[in-house]
């Protein structure tokens, strides 16, 4: 099947690059809004007109489903695509429910942009399974930029992070839960900062299932590491990359899009 998987920016490749363990076997076509990046400080309106440019896009050019692999435009457009488009729509919320389900007693944390911790979507989420009002929410704006740029190890990173989580008492935490998909990268740094204990909880695993269920399409449970090599196949034979629209088959464009891939395969079982 062809799958369109589209994100503001490069966080939406944390989805693809699980989609390829799980679903190895299928066609993606991703899209990154490289010309809209960053989403999560910008109004519904203008978040809701780019969700409906690229999904009509990614129609046009054959998706027989499509992953909003953004919880930003996932709390901003997903009814009203889900009212305009028929095919197969699957957004993005933070996992919250597997956070307060798997752990008990200790706080967790929730990260997020500003857009995603404004809106409703993630309070109704909160109204219906948080009842012990366990969960806080800390917006990273900055990280979409600096994982935009390609900067996850810098010393400003870091000061960003523990700038960021100074207000909280990190010892009340068991678990961490990456509200936005371009947070993935920086997977080591939280681990850093909240040391070994604490869980790491991102949306894609369970996004990608739920893919596979939806389209009634056997998921893999591939938890081991994809080598360089199937990558650089899956990458190349599997994908068609787009940037806002233009399509990326070449160059240091594409050699960007490997490298995360990388750093992604690497983050994942931090
Ligand atoms: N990757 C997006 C998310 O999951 C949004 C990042 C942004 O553009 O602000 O929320």
Redesign the pocket.
């Known amino acids: 099947m062809k799958i369109g998987i589209f994100?503001?920016?490069i966080?939406?490749l944390s989805v693809l690059n699980e989609a390829y363990h799980q679903l190895p076997e299928q066609e993606f076509m991703f899209y990154a809004d490289t010309e809209h990046?960053?989403?999560?400080?910008k109004t519904p309106a203008q978040i809701l007109d780019y969700a409906v440019e690229i999904t009509e896009f990614l129609i046009d050019k054959g998706a027989e489903a499509i992953v909003v692999a953004?919880?930003?435009a996932t709390s901003v457009a997903i009814k009203e695509l889900r009212r305009r488009y028929s095919l197969p729509i699957i957004g993005?919320e933070p996992a919250v429910k597997p956070a307060v389900e798997g752990t008990e007693n200790r706080r967790i944390m929730v990260i997020?942009?500003p857009v995603?911790i404004r809106e409703d979507k993630l309070k109704d989420l909160l109204h219906r399974v948080d009842q012990g009002h366990r969960v806080d929410l800390l917006a990273m704006?900055r990280l979409?930029e600096f994982a935009e740029r390609e900067e996850f190890e810098s010393e400003a990173v870091k000061n960003y992070i523990s700038g960021r989580f100074s207000a909280f008492d990190k010892n009340e935490y068991c678990a961490l839960v990456l509200g936005?998909?371009?947070f993935n990268y920086f997977k080591s740094a939280y681990r850093e900062y909240f040391g070994p204990d604490t869980l790491l909880i991102d949306g894609n695993h369970g996004t990608v299932k739920h893919l596979a269920d939806v389209l009634g399409l056997h998921a893999d449970d591939n938890i081991s590491e994809l080598t360089e090599e199937k990558h650089k196949i899956l990458c190349l034979r599997n994908t068609k990359y787009f940037f806002s629209g233009r399509r990326i088959d070449g160059g240091e464009e594409l050699q960007h899009l490997k490298r995360l891939h990388l750093r992604l395969e690497k983050m994942r079982n931090i």
Request: proline share 9%.
């Open positions: 994100d503001s920016g966080g939406g990046v960053p989403y999560g400080v953004c919880n930003t993005m997020a942009t995603t704006p979409v936005c998909t371009h």
